[in-house]
């Protein structure tokens, strides 16, 4: 059974700090990830999907990297601002299965 | 860009009523929804999959006769909480696959319920 751990569960850092956010995961059979960022009592917005053959992607101030074999994949924020408040969450998704695999989530609170 | 509209945003109910929630595609087709419930500062636990025109697969320990899905179209899935209880008052989100390059998920804005 998948299960998927993020660290830290929360991060509190002044604005302009570099950050970066961890998810590991049991199973390395995953087709591929993907980092969501959710708003107070909002949906999931999703912010970057790595599939399994690719190490990084990126998008502006975000870059995230994955290594399978090892089963861990990080979140790397640029120049955080206060607007990237939010919980972060990674789920993989399995190689078996369409079904994502929620970690429980960073907290993030980007002071001014 | 892919918009999954999820409706009601929030709403409140007296225990033992029921309450549908819809989750519509509305720029793509969704061969398969996701149902998902989430507790305050905890993540999203997956209730449910549905794809379009079967009966949905419930995961372990979902009552598939509380929580109803219906799948009936490529744009519509619904989610009925029958004779809702207080413990039932959690925030639901759906999630639609959106089959292409990426496999890519869509996640619906969320729906705050609470069972008075």
């Known amino acids: 059974k998948q299960e998927v751990t993020q660290i830290p569960a929360a991060l509190s850092v002044p604005e302009g700090e570099n950050l970066v956010l961890n998810c590991s995961f049991t199973?390395?059979?995953?087709?591929?990830l993907q980092w969501f960022r959710q708003d107070p009592g909002k949906g999931l917005t999703s912010l970057l999907l790595?599939?399994?053959?690719?190490r990084e992607q990126t998008s502006g101030r975000l870059n995230a990297s994955l290594d399978k074999s090892s089963g861990r994949s990080t979140l790397y924020i640029a120049a955080s601002q206060p607007g990237d408040s939010a919980t972060y969450l990674c789920a993989p998704r399995m190689d078996s299965s369409y079904k994502l695999i929620f970690g429980s989530g960073t907290r993030l609170l980007v002071r001014p | 860009g892919a918009v999954v509209s999820q409706h009601p945003s929030w709403v409140i109910c007296k225990s033992g009523t029921s309450v549908k929630i819809e989750c519509r595609s509305l720029?793509?087709?969704?061969?398969?929804m996701f149902w998902y419930r989430q507790f305050p500062k905890q993540s999203l636990m997956l209730m449910a999959t549905s794809n379009e025109g079967s009966k949905a697969t419930y995961e372990q320990g979902v009552e598939k006769d509380k929580f109803l899905i219906n799948h009936a179209s490529l744009t519509l899935s619904t989610l009925t909480v029958t004779s809702a209880h207080p413990e039932d008052s959690s925030f639901y989100i759906c999630?639609?696959?959106?089959?292409?390059?990426?496999?890519?998920?869509?996640f619906g804005s969320g729906t705050r319920l609470t069972v008075v």
């Open positions: 199973d390395s059979a995953i087709y591929n």
């Open positions: 720029d793509f087709q969704a061969t398969t």
């Open positions: 790595i599939q399994s053959s690719q």
């Open positions: 999630s639609a696959l959106r089959r292409g390059s990426n496999y890519g998920y869509t």
